[in-house]
């Protein structure tokens, strides 16, 4: 069996099918092990060594009862977009690309703010080529 495709996701082949089943968004380790469960696939099997009728089984039963790819992701983006809109503090931390659920921002969230260092002692380059 070549490559598998579940909701528009190429699932490796070579790894176990509950990890594999991760690769799908909104698909975690215990959801897949669940599917696995439900569907009565040994959790043990590789991708490749997966029957067709299989695959189908696993593919039918994340459509009938999962949002994932693209569902998921448009609705998390229209949450998001509705936080912003009725003008919410989490809104207002999302659109500044900030940490919306409460973490600290004066030592932590690098990225978050830009990667900026500083302090003299914290940067990429030498000290002394700083100066030159």
């Known amino acids: 069996m070549a490559t598998i495709r579940i909701a528009g996701v190429n699932i490796p082949s070579d790894k176990k099918i509950e990890y594999a089943l991760t690769y799908i968004f909104g698909i975690g380790l215990s959801q897949a092990q669940e599917i696995v469960k439900q569907v009565k696939v040994d959790a043990n099997t590789r991708v490749k060594d997966l029957k067709e009728t299989d695959a189908n089984k696993i593919r039918e039963y994340i459509e009938k009862n999962y949002t994932v790819e693209g569902d998921l992701r448009r609705q998390v983006g229209g949450?998001?977009?509705r936080l912003?809109?009725?003008?919410?503090?989490?809104?207002?931390?999302?659109s500044r690309k900030l940490p919306v659920r409460g973490q600290?921002?004066?030592?932590?969230?690098?990225?978050?703010?830009?990667n900026k260092r500083m302090t003299m002692g914290s940067g990429k380059t030498n000290a002394m080529a700083q100066k030159t």
């Open 104 to 114: 600290r921002t004066k030592t932590n969230s690098r990225t978050a703010r830009g």
């Open 84 to 94: 912003k809109e009725i003008d919410s503090v989490r809104g207002s931390r999302h």
């Open 79 to 81: 949450n998001i977009k």
